[in-house]
């Protein structure tokens, strides 16, 4: 079992920077790929970015790519999204995941937050 709390969320406007945290708990985090969805109103929640365990390889969904990082810390079971240059676009809720293998469905992971609340004004 693995427990996900999200943070960083906010109010921004386009082109400025968040930098979302994702908490976890238990020791085996460093054994489970880490992605983030996104999920805005109206709309199915989709793939963002996803890091395999040791944190060497990362794919990204193709409007993110070159604006935002995904990256880990192992040793402090947390897991980052690195968010710039930002658009309205990317107004949704963000949830953080866990899974034994890394996928660009959400029926790949098995665990998730509760996710956090982006939002890009014009």
């Known amino acids: 079992q693995v427990q996900l709390v999200e943070s960083g969320g906010g109010l921004v406007q386009a082109g400025e920077s968040l930098r979302l945290s994702c908490a976890a708990s238990?020791?085996?985090?460093?054994?489970?790929?880490m992605a983030w969805f996104r999920q805005a109103p109206g709309k199915e929640r989709e793939f963002v970015a996803t890091i395999t365990w040791s944190g060497d390889k990362a794919y990204y969904k193709e409007s993110v790519k070159g604006r935002f990082n995904i990256s880990r810390d192992n040793a402090n079971y947390t897991v980052y999204l690195q968010m710039n240059n930002l658009e309205p676009e990317d107004t949704a809720v963000y949830y953080c995941?866990?899974?034994?293998?890394?996928?660009?469905?959400?029926?790949?992971?098995?665990?998730w937050g509760q996710g956090t609340q982006v939002t890009v004004s014009r």
């Open positions: 238990g020791r085996a985090f460093s054994t489970y790929a």
């Open positions: 995941t866990a899974g034994l293998s890394t996928g660009l469905r959400k029926e790949v992971y098995d665990w």
